[in-house]
């Protein structure tokens, strides 16, 4: 299990450097060009701040914490959002800043990932196993039991409705990404595709294939792709309900697009627990046949 705890160790030393690396491209050093200057600037800092709590955690990870751990998990789905967000919108940044800041969310996007892999398969042992199965160091923990194994396996599968509800809402949800992106003009021979906040629009269609391509997995039941596709749907809503602020955007139609997808972004978050919640399709039949006979 070390085996499986190491990488993501590794990986968060690495957004920690990319953190303190984005900092000094940002120019946020003493004399450098967003030093104390009292504007949005000013926010770059927070990279600084960012690589100190990840180090922390990363620690407390590689010690064998699973709260650490899963706290890791929601701060991967933060960077995810936060990076490509403050390298567009706040403020203008180099083109070596900008890369270093998508790079980060690559990088926090497969901590996430690798992470959520982790921690499912550390709830497969016994809780009193649980810290030693975390840790980087000490014995392992024995193999769980064969039938939990064949149970997991076995409980793969989601109901129907589910599949059909999730695969639904996010069929709707890239509609509506590609909708705001063909309307804001970004269309071939319209608007100039760029990094800055102008010209990000085109970021849309990004999202519609992230979307399709994870709920192409959670709909077969994946347990993981499910877990994903929760994060990934809030963290839309966060950004379909905010952006239209800090892009001072007035246009009804945009806006309306905005708070579309913000709302159809929830509810393909809340099908997803739900489904999660209601459980496996064969686990349940199997209780309603046992309680009819």
Known sequence: MAGAVRPVVLLMLLASFLFLLA???????????????????????????????????AILVARGSERSLVARVGLAAFFVFERPFSAIVLGPKSGASIATHLVTAIVELVILLSALRVWQLGR?????????????????????????????????????????????????????????????????????????????????????AVVLVI??????????????????????????????????????????????????????AIAAAGAIRSGPARERSSVRTLEAA
């Open 23 to 57: 900092g000094l491209l940002d120019g946020v050093y003493p004399g450098g060009s967003t030093w104390l200057t009292g504007t949005n600037a000013d926010l770059a800092a927070a990279s600084y701040l960012f690589a100190v709590v990840n180090t922390v955690v």
């Open 124 to 208: 497969s042992f016994a809780a009193r196993d649980v810290d030693m199965l975390f840790a980087l160091e000490g014995p392992s923990p024995a193999s769980p039991p064969e039938p939990r194994s064949a149970e997991r396996r076995a409980s793969s599968a989601i109901r129907g409705r589910s599949a059909w509800l999730i695969g639904g809402i996010a069929l709707a949800l890239a509609i509506v990404f590609v909708a705001d992106g063909a309307y804001e003009g970004f269309i071939p021979g319209g608007r100039d595709w760029s990094t800055s906040a102008d010209g990000s629009g085109w970021l849309v269609y990004l999202f519609s």
């Open 215 to 268: 709920a192409a997995r959670a709909v077969r039941g994946e347990r993981l792709a499910m877990r994903t596709l929760i994060v990934i749907a809030l963290i839309f809503f966060i950004e379909r309900s905010f952006s239209p602020f800090s892009l001072k955007e007035q246009d009804p139609v945009v806006l309306a697009l905005h708070g579309l997808g913000a709302f159809i972004s929830l509810a393909l």
